[in-house]
């Protein structure tokens, strides 16, 4: 019954903006650590920001200044805005929830940054 749903993504030209968002259901959202991941084709699944129930987030190195992540656990969401796009920021975006026992992903969402 857990859910992530993430939406959002899409095709946009170098230098621009997205906001990717995802929906969770069937867990006690405020508990978790949220986060997003993202995976190139050929590539592993890196981290790209965490956000946890405090607010405390983390960020790759290659997206401190460009992508900001939030909740609203009001309603059960986490977002993620990204600005300044590159083509390196091309993958599928995965939503992630975490807690000491338990470890959810949603679907993911294409994101492609075109030159």
């Known amino acids: 019954q857990v859910q992530l749903v993430e939406s959002g993504g899409g095709l946009v030209q170098a230098g621009e903006s997205l906001r990717l968002s995802c929906a969770a259901s069937g867990i006690n959202f405020s508990i978790y650590t949220m986060g997003w991941y993202r995976q190139a084709p050929r590539k592993q699944r890196e981290l790209v920001a965490t956000i946890t129930r405090l607010g405390i987030t983390n960020y790759a190195d290659s997206v401190k200044g460009r992508f900001t992540i939030s909740r609203d656990n009001a309603k059960n969401t986490v977002n993620l805005q990204m600005s300044s796009l590159k083509p390196d920021d091309t993958g599928i975006y995965y939503c992630?929830?975490?807690?000491?026992?338990?470890?959810?992903w949603g679907q993911g969402t294409q994101v492609t940054v075109s030159s």
């Open positions: 992630n929830a975490a807690a000491v026992v338990s470890n959810y």
